[in-house]
C-alpha cells in the first residue's frame, strides 16, 4: 500500500495510490471522489449502511467501496453534524484514521483496506469523508446473535484480542462494528477516534462496552462468555 496526499483548492486528500489507480472506471483524485451526489448521478449507489452518517455503498468497477462522511453525535451535533475544529491537517479525524487502519492493514489484521480521505478545511473548521473497501458478504454482529454460535463468538473474541496485542483501544466497541464475512471470518471497521497504547485498564473498557452493546441488541446471556473465552484462549495469542 502506497499512500500519497493532494491537493484540489480547500479539499486535501490522502489516498493509496494502487486502490485508486486500479478502480474501474477509475475516477479522478478529487472532490467528487466523496460526493455522494456524483455516484447517484452515475448510477453507482448500491445501497445504504444504518446510522448516523449515513454511509453509501458504492459500485467502483472490480469491487465495492463504502463512502463514509464524519458525522457528530450527542448534544454537540446541535451546532453541527459535520463540521470539526481545525488544528492541523494531519490532526483531522480523516487522515488519522485513514493512516491507522493502513497500518493495521499493513500488520495483517482483518481491517477493510483504506482507499482515501478527504479533509475541506474552511476557516477554522473542516468537514471530512474516508472511503474504504467494502467487505464482500459481511455482515454485523448485531444482525446475526441470535443464531451465532459458541464457535463464532470464540473467534470474536480472539479476533478482538489479536488487536489489542497490537495496541488498538477501539473505543466505539459494539456489535455493529464487529462484521462476519460468509466464510465465518470476523472483521473490525470504524476506527474514527481510535489510537494506539500500550497496554492498560483500556482494553476491559473495550470488552465491558462490547458486552453492553450484546445486552443492547438482546443477545444470549451467555454470548459475552463466549467472547471471552475467544479472548482468553491460547489461539487468541
Known amino acids: ?6 491537493r484540489t483548492g480547500k479539499t ?16 479522478q483524485i478529487g472532490p467528487r471522489l466523496f460526493d455522494p451526489e456524483h455516484w447517484r ?57 485513514l493512516r491507522l487502519t493502513a497500518h493495521l492493514h499493513a500488520l495483517g489484521l482483518p481491517v477493510p483496506r483504506p482507499v482515501a480521505a478527504a479533509v475541506t478545511r474552511a476557516g477554522p473548521t473542516y468537514t471530512a469523508a474516508l472511503i474504504t ?26 479476533t478482538i484480542r489479536r488487536f489489542h496485542a497490537a495496541g488498538l483501544d477501539h473505543v466505539d466497541l459494539n456489535a455493529r462494528n464487529l462484521l462476519i464475512d460468509r466464510t465465518g471470518k470476523v472483521w473490525l471497521i470504524d476506527l474514527d477516534r481510535c489510537r494506539l497504547r500500550a ?13 453492553r452493546s450484546l445486552a443492547k441488541f438482546a443477545a444470549p446471556a451467555e454470548a459475552m462468555s463466549a467472547i471471552r473465552r475467544g479472548y482468553a484462549s491460547d489461539d487468541a495469542g
Request: proline share 6%; glycine share 12%.
Open 199 to 211: 497496554p492498560g485498564g483500556w482494553q476491559e473498557d473495550n470488552l465491558a462496552r462490547l458486552g
Open 133 to 158: 473497501v467494502r467487505i464482500p458478504g459481511a455482515g454485523a454482529l448485531a444482525e446475526c446473535l441470535a443464531e451465532a454460535e459458541p464457535a463464532l463468538l470464540e473467534r470474536v473474541g480472539a
Open 41 to 97: 448521478r452515475a448510477g453507482n449507489v448500491l445501497g445504504e449502511a444504518p446510522g448516523r452518517g449515513s454511509s453509501l455503498f458504492l459500485d467502483a468497477g472490480r469491487e465495492q467501496w463504502v463512502l463514509r462522511p464524519y458525522r457528530r453525535g450527542g448534544l454537540i451535533a446541535r451546532l453541527s453534524e459535520s463540521r470539526y475544529l481545525w488544528t492541523g491537517l494531519e490532526r483531522t479525524r480523516a487522515f488519522r484514521e
Open 1 to 6: 500500500m502506497q499512500l500519497a496526499t493532494c
Open 12 to 27: 486535501f486528500i490522502l489516498y493509496d495510490v494502487d486502490s485508486v489507480c486500479d478502480a474501474e472506471p477509475a475516477p
